[in-house]
RNA sequence: GUGGCUGUAGUUCAGUUGGUUAGAACACCUGAUUGUGAUUCAGGGGGUCGUGGGUUCAAGUCCCAUCAGCCACCCCA
């Protein structure tokens, strides 16, 4: 063991694996754009006060997941444990909020929370989230929905997801069902397991959740939230099913999500899968009309999401369907002085021109050179020595099939260009 | 924070009821004469068996502690 290693739940990731993430990345970046968004970029580290606030003080994540600390400045920070709070910050500080009030805006970056760590979970996580502000309409969030189902099924080809969708009511509603539903609770208390019993107090709609299957019996009978909505959520909720139908995104309804951050209210739903051993949910969202003005904004509706990266990873190397795109290069086996003089510019020139090209920095033997080119995986190898360049020549050799032909200098430039295009 | 499983070469692992100098595969390095990789052949380097105690004539193997990793609970992307 050395003596330094990466913080517990922090990890490394190395090529090869970061062309997959470029091109996750990139398939993100292009499918957002196609839907009208614009990338935003807000600071890793956030004044704390914007999390307590947002996410909610007797969350988890406020309680014993931040990674905060006091600067040198005596201001308390936190490494930020999700996206929203700081786009809304951002949203509001520029004021993006009153020069063009509907934004729809994306982001991609890290996200730190201490947790003990587990198969699709890390102390430092990657969430590539998207946000709509300034309009509260159900088609905003259906069609937000569908873009991120396209990402996943259309683009990724991911098996086995489903994408589950409930509406958790609103200001208005959610207090009589959270009152009944305690008062519920209460009198069979003493019947629920130790987690449901802390879970009352906390979060009651996550005892509806639990997995204990005593638990599940008792409730059976249970208050659900959709006996309360109120005309405005009932009538919300059609409609975002009513565009989700129109656009083909399957979907079930389940009454039991819950979101575990305090500022969701009407739609939240998860895309789901079976195949990240205890981790269920690759993306969540939802809707928060109230966030923007509790946070200091005009009243301004907003509705979001993030897609949890790793376990994107995880899923789309179980199922092989990431495509990444192979990388084509060209070595150079410069024998002495005078042919890298020679050679050097028009290895410059091919990069110019967008070709990949690599040279052995140590002026080794053609052997040597030759089995450098092979570890790097090259496609050919462009040898030159003193015949060569007597004739204005390089050898041109296929590494796949060990085929070499003679090649005027001149002609380099327009065959990698070609070759590579 | 709680529980379970696992720590042997760079990597993946084997190591029989404790018993001589701890092995394999892959990777790495060198060579098979002149300016040709991968493939083949022949050699080679590399491990205080996570760490610290203990039991024993003897510990990679048993016991305890500690650390790390993985997985699960809680919770979440």
């Known amino acids: 063991m050395t003596k330094y290693t990466a913080v517990k739940g922090m990890n490394d990731c190395l090529p090869p694996e970061t062309r997959k993430w470029q091109a996750l990345e990139q398939l993100a970046r292009d499918t ?46 936190t490494l930020r444990p999700e996206g929203t709070a700081p786009v809304v910050r951002s949203y509001i500080e520029s004021g993006m909020a009153n020069q063009h009030p509907n934004a729809k805006l994306y982001y991609m970056g890290p996200m730190f929370r201490r947790e003990r760590p587990q198969k699709g979970r890390y102390r430092q996580f990657h969430q590539i989230g998207v946000e709509i502000f300034g309009t509260a309409a159900p088609a905003a969030d259906a069609e937000m929905i569908a873009m991120v189902w396209d990402l996943l099924d259309h683009q990724l080809h991911l098996p086995d997801l489903a994408l589950e969708i409930n509406s958790i009511g609103c200001a208005g509603c959610r207090p009589e069902f959270l009152r009944t539903l305690e008062t519920y609770l209460a009198s069979r208390a003493e019947k629920l ?43 919300h909720f059609t409609e975002v099913q009513a565009m989700l139908k129109l656009l083909h995104v399957p979907y079930i309804v389940n009454h039991r999500i819950v979101r575990g951050l305090d500022y969701y209210m009407r739609t939240a739903f998860e895309v789901i899968t ?10 969540a969202g939802g809707r928060y009309d109230g966030l923007v ?11 979001g999401f993030a897609i949890g990266e790793e376990r994107l990873m995880l ?15 060209v070595c150079f086996a410069l024998l002495g002085e005078a042919a890298r003089k020679a ?4 290895i410059r020139e091919l990069r ?12 080794r033997s053609l052997k040597a050179q030759m089995k450098h080119a092979d570890k790097l995986g090259a496609k050919w190898v462009v040898i030159v020595g003193d015949e060569e360049l007597a004739n204005k020549v390089v050898q041109v050799k296929t590494l796949a099939t060990g085929d070499q032909e003679t090649m005027s200098i001149d002609k380099l430039v327009t065959y990698f260009s070609e070759k590579c295009s």
């Not at 999390?51 to 014993?64: L, N």
């Not at 397991?193 to 997995?211: A, F, G, S």
């Not at 959709?226 to 405005?232: A, D, K, L, R, V």
């Not at 110019?352 to 002026?363: I, L, N, R």
């Open 193 to 235: 397991c130790t987690d449901c019993q802390r879970r009352m107090k906390k979060n009651p709609m996550r005892v509806l959740d639990c997995k204990n299957e005593k638990c599940r019996e008792l409730l059976q009978d249970a208050p659900s939230i959709h006996e309360f909505w109120c005309e405005g959520c009932q009538s």
């Open 343 to 346: 050679l050097l510019p028009v």
């Open 32 to 77: 957002f754009a196609s839907y009208g968004y614009s990338e935003i970029r807000t600071p890793i580290v956030e004044k704390t006060a914007l999390f307590t606030r947002s996410v909610g003080e007797t969350t988890s994540i406020v309680e014993k997941e931040m990674y905060s600390f006091v600067d040198q400045g005596d201001e308390a920070l």
């Open 315 to 329: 899923l789309l190397e179980d199922a092989g369907t990431l495509s990444v795109k192979e990388e084509q290069h």
């Open 352 to 363: 110019h021109h967008g070709v990949s090209v690599q040279w052995d920095y140590e002026d």
């Open 274 to 283: 079976t195949r990240l051993g205890a981790q269920s949910a690759v993306v």
């Open 293 to 303: 003005r509790q946070l200091g904004g005009p009243d301004v509706p907003g509705v």
